[in-house]
């Protein structure tokens, strides 16, 4: 099976954006040092780091909060870290809410959806102690219109949902535990799971603030987008998803540079044969199992890693480039690579708003992950393509609007795959307190 030409234009996109990236680390210690001497740091009191925390990509700043399944395309990345100020300076309870519509179209030669949609979005935290904390984030969305497709892809549906909702201890400075619905964005390996939240456990140990070394441990369970259910049958065991990883930072506080390098390992166990029906649209390889039935041909195990990097002009302005890479090593060669690579461009203007614009080159194979768990704006797998965004934030007036377009090819012909496109526009609210 040959990767196609588009695949190697990837390759040299992604090699630019690695090599950007590493000139930029290069840099980032002479940076930091500079930064330091012409503003020494105060022992007694550090701040919270907030110009240096790198953002979200690009082709996510229009998707983000539509819904938290991948039906909703590339997902909010959920950070791993929950910064929380000492109790006296913070709120013990906070609830924000926030409301979004978008119009959208998808099509492909012989398919075609045309829908629009409206969605509130609530997000609560409770500070038990300062060693405690409560978080979710859950909402409803409404979805109507023209569908015309063969499989559901796209599908205008109305839903409730949670991305988030679990119970946080802390123990020390160091370790935090937390248990309940967790976002599996915490990972940023979208192309193994587009931040679906699984009920689980994910364990933190986290060195250092400015400079830190990070490792992070999950065990959660796959569920539904649905109905929130396992999907098993009759005598299947419980399907699982384990990862594991380890960030190494680089975010002085107001430096003109924030580098990030992470890499890990993932595994999906005892997937249910409802999934692998579900992912057969999506590219992934089936076989026939019980003279009737089918199931994934590979199991899904392997590794990921990635790098991102920040230029910081000035508070409002700043450049980003992000990396990932994963690889599932069940499946044989050019069939389990999946890669990612993207920039963005956010300056400010006047009167308080902030214009970004980015860029995303993807390719992911037929069996790179299961394609019920990855995003479905870039196709799922046997996919290549480009999603490119632009977006306009206004501060003082309280809401942002933007657009998307995404289109997705396929690698290797397949009946069920066509290349697609889809188009979206988007209007939201800024959060506020209720």
Known sequence: ???????????????GIAVAISTLMGLSFAGAQTAEKASPRKSAVKKTATNSTLKKRGSQLVAQNSTPVPSSGTSAQVSAQVPVKPVQEQKRTSLRWRISTDARQWENSNER?????????FDFSHIVNENLLFKAVTGASMRSGYVHTRFGEMSARNSIWISDGYVQGSLGSVLKLRGGIINQGVWNAS????????????????????????????????IAHEDLSTRTTGTEPTPTFMAESITIGL?????????????????Y?????????????????LVEVDGWDRQFKYRFEGWFAGASGQLNFSKR??????????????????????????????????????????VDFFFSESDASPAYYNSTFYGHNNRQGYAVNLAANFRDLGFRIGGMFTDADVINPNPLQERQQLYMIKFETNYAAL
């Open 251 to 267: 975010q002085p506080q107001n430096a003109w540079l924030g580098l990030s390098l992470f890499g890990g390992h993932w595994a």
């Open 317 to 358: 302005s700043y450049l980003s480039a992000h990396i990932e890479v994963s690889q599932n090593t069940q499946a044989p060669e050019a069939f389990g690579a999946a890669q990612v690579a993207g920039l963005t461009l956010t300056f400010g203007l006047p009167k308080n708003v902030d214009v970004t614009s980015g």
């Open 269 to 285: 166990h005892n997937l249910p044969r409802s999934t692998a029906r579900d992912s057969d649209v999506g590219g992934n390889t």
């Open 191 to 222: 192309q193994v799971n587009d931040g679906v939240p699984f009920p689980g456990l994910l364990e933190i140990i986290r060195f250092g603030d400015e400079y830190f070394v990070q490792l992070m441990a999950g065990q959660s369970v796959p």
């Open 113 to 121: 959806v045309l829908s629009a949609g409206f969605g509130i979005t």
């Open 1 to 15: 099976m040959k990767r196609t030409t588009c695949q190697k234009v990837f390759r040299q996109s992604a090699i």
